[in-house]
T-cell receptor
């Protein structure tokens, strides 16, 4: 089965600084999801990448999927306290473009220091 | 986007009892899933809830422990049976639609504590 490894496991960043979270798969990624989970709350969908080399941005968050489709990175520019939370990458196991179950990485706990 | 509600939002239960968690979606969806998030850990898929048939369970999860129902395309239940403290987790319902693979939505979760 597919395994996802996220790094770093935790991150403390000074407010205003940039940061990057990585997600590496043991297999080709057919669909890569990024979610954010605020402490004690549910999951918030950030974005989904499918094509090799694809890049998407939402406000100050940019996610990329490498050409080989085995690694994705999530980059936050000028971090703010509202960015604090747990970031999870998830992979679509199906590979046939149908809605499928998502397997998650271990998560990255992000704290923003004022 | 799909709006998902879960009941209860949280509960504290005694060892040996069972709890049924409900998941309601505001629109018909093709796929419904149940996840578990144990304290300090990432999400683990328990099973895929199939409408009109038995759920499909992931390795390590069995129907006797986590019976699932899905009577229609907008509703599902997960029961945590014969609970032990190790079952203390957040249980999340998730939905996706075969016609829109860009997103998979999650419910707010049910925080379960077993004493």
């Amino acid at each position: 089965s597919q395994e996802l490894e996220q790094s770093p496991q935790s991150l403390i960043v000074q407010e205003g600084k940039n940061l990057t979270i990585n997600c590496t798969s043991s297999k080709t990624l057919y669909g890569l999801y990024w979610y954010k989970q605020k402490y004690g709350e549910g999951l918030i969908f950030l974005m989904m990448l499918q094509k090799g080399g694809e890049e998407k941005s939402h406000e100050k968050i940019t996610a990329k999927l490498d050409e080989k489709k085995q690694q994705s990175s999530l980059h936050i520019t000028a971090s703010q306290p509202s960015h604090a939370g747990i970031y999870l990458c998830g992979a679509d196991e199906a590979g046939d473009s149908s809605a499928s179950k998502i397997i998650f990485g271990s998560g990255t706990r992000l704290s923003i220091r004022p | 986007s799909a709006v998902i509600s879960q009941k209860p939002s949280r509960d504290i239960c005694q060892r040996g009892t069972s709890l049924t968690i409900q998941c309601q979606v505001d629109s018909q969806v093709t796929m419904m899933f149940w996840y578990r998030q144990q304290p300090g850990q990432s999400l683990t898929l328990i099973a895929t809830a199939n409408q009109g048939s038995e759920a499909t369970y992931e390795s390590g999860f069995v129907i006797d422990k986590f019976p699932i129902s899905r009577p229609n395309l907008t509703f599902s239940t997960l029961t945590v049976s014969n609970m032990s403290p190790e079952d203390s987790s957040i249980y999340l319902c998730s939905v996706a639609d075969a016609g829109n693979t860009d997103t998979q939505y999650f419910g707010p979760g049910t925080r379960l504590t077993v004493l």
